[in-house]
């Protein structure tokens, strides 16, 4: 397979343990963020997982507002 056709190759997902590092807050924070709809997650199994994409789509509003 091509590596076009194969976009989850590159697909990274992180855990709430590393988005709260990276944005450095609080696991609970981070929870509060995706409750509120700020912060897109999936559910896989009974884990929250952030996709690179969402994280960076939550980076670019915080900053349009600051």
């Known amino acids: 397979l091509s590596k076009e056709a ?5 697909f990274k997902l992180y855990t709430i343990e590393e988005i709260s590092k990276i944005l ?21 199994g009974k884990y929250w997982r952030v996709t690179e994409t969402a994280l960076q789509e939550f980076i670019n ?5 600051a």
């Open 6 to 10: 194969n976009p989850i190759s590159d």
């Open 24 to 44: 450095k807050v609080t696991e609970r924070t981070v929870y509060n963020f995706i409750s509120k709809n700020n912060l897109q997650a999936v559910k896989i």
């Open 61 to 65: 509003q915080g900053t349009k507002k």
